[in-house]
């Protein structure tokens, strides 16, 4: 219904002695007020630019904590032909096309596997223009290379947002 036609209907009500005058004024007083709310939140959102969303293109890697580091690293080299890089004796990275894991050791009692964070590579990486985006959709992103930030999901798992140029190394 329009204004027009709902104030209308308030008069008829009225004179026909179906609302009280204090009804009448009420309700007015109550569509003005949500008109004009209304009114507001439109002004701000045409004032407001519109969000960029990010692409996500790939899953750039896995990070958990595993209870044998080592088991896990030669599991999946020998089962899935993963490269072994930056192997320091407590981490690795298991390569697969621009994919990686980084296996630990878990930091979690009684040695209980879990994920530590799943990092994903979106399109057209500009560190300042992400972190920006970041900041104005309420997140608080934790710079870790050129190239990553870490926020929390919803759910408060740590997400990594990533351009492509974040690999592993050879």
Known sequence: ????????????????????????????????????????????????????AFKAVAVNHISYGVADYGRTRDFYADLLGMRVSEDNGKQCALSFGDTFIIPRKTRQPDNKPYID??????EDWNKDEVEAELRRRGFE??????????????????????????KSAP
């Open 1 to 52: 219904m329009e204004n027009e036609t709902i104030v209308i209907d308030l008069l008829n009500q009225f004179e026909r002695g179906r609302i009280s005058r204090r009804h009448l004024i009420q309700s007015l007083v109550t569509g003005i007020a949500a008109t004009s709310a209304v009114m507001s939140a439109a002004s701000v959102l045409a004032a407001t630019p519109a969000r960029k």
């Open 141 to 166: 992103p934790r710079p870790d290379t050129e190239d990553s930030f870490h926020i929390k999901d919803p759910d408060g798992f740590d997400l990594q947002i990533s351009g492509k140029n974040m």
């Open 117 to 122: 964070h799943v990092a994903y590579t979106i």
